[in-house]
């Protein structure tokens, strides 16, 4: 199976700042990396897929990169309602395992 | 607009079987590489996928739980079943259903809301 590996686990940040986190894959994955967030008694909503893609109707200060097993979830400029839960998932076997997730909270 | 939702009960008793359905509009299981698929979250913890389901009864299922569950879609309906035998309360968690638009690796790109089913005596 594959293993995907957050970090952080949790993050700090004000509003306005540029946040990144980190999603890496025990083994190569091409480009096969997607990036939801779930806030709180909420299903996870997809942001970003194919690693770089932004998907309809997320703001354009979410953005991705990496290929093979490291990529990268940007958030350019953090807004109030950007404070939730991220988590990468694989798409490249059949077993679509997500990350741990990464709590990112008001510091 | 893509829209799912899922119904079933909202509390089991060890060793019962779970039956979800899963509701959905806004697409057809009749076109070519559109699947469904169950994803629950335990309180806490990440998504676990759990099985899909495509346009052509193409059936796939989490291996350690392959032999509980069963997948079931009705076109005409618009609806999936889930089907998981002999509940635990490990099982505890909410359970989302999850469109696929085309196959292959592409992403779970419209969810249902979830539903939280808890397994206690």
């Known amino acids: 199976d594959i293993q995907m590996t957050q970090s952080p686990s949790s993050l700090s940040a004000s509003v306005g700042d540029r946040v990144t986190i980190t999603c890496r894959a025990s083994q190569d994955i091409s480009k096969h990396l997607n990036w939801y967030q779930q806030k709180p008694g909420q299903a996870p909503r997809l942001l970003i897929y194919a690693a770089s893609s932004l998907h309809s109707g997320v703001p354009s200060r979410f953005s991705g990169s990496g290929y093979g097993t490291d990529f990268i979830l940007t958030i350019s400029s953090l807004q109030p309602e950007d404070f939730a839960i991220y988590y990468c998932?694989?798409?490249?076997?059949?077993?679509?395992?997500f990350g741990q997730g990464t709590k990112l909270d008001i510091k | 607009q893509i829209t799912l939702k899922e119904s079933g009960p909202t509390l089991v008793k060890p060793t019962q079987t779970l039956t979800l359905t899963c509701f959905f509009s806004?697409?057809?299981?009749?076109?070519?590489?559109?699947?469904v698929a169950w994803i629950r979250q335990p309180p806490g913890k990440a998504p676990e996928w759990l099985a899909l389901i495509y346009w052509n009864d193409d059936k796939r299922y989490r291996p350690s739980l392959k032999s509980r569950l069963t997948i079931t879609m009705d076109t005409f309906k618009n609806k999936v079943v889930l089907t998981m035998t002999n509940m635990d309360p490990v099982d505890t968690a909410t359970y989302f259903c999850?469109?696929?638009?085309?196959?292959?690796?592409?992403?779970?790109?419209?969810w249902g809301q979830g539903m939280l089913v808890t397994v206690s005596s």
């Open positions: 806004g697409f057809s299981l009749s076109t070519s590489k559109v699947g």
């Open positions: 999850a469109h696929r638009a085309s196959g292959g690796n592409s992403p779970y790109d419209y």
């Open positions: 998932q694989e798409s490249y076997s059949r077993l679509v395992t």
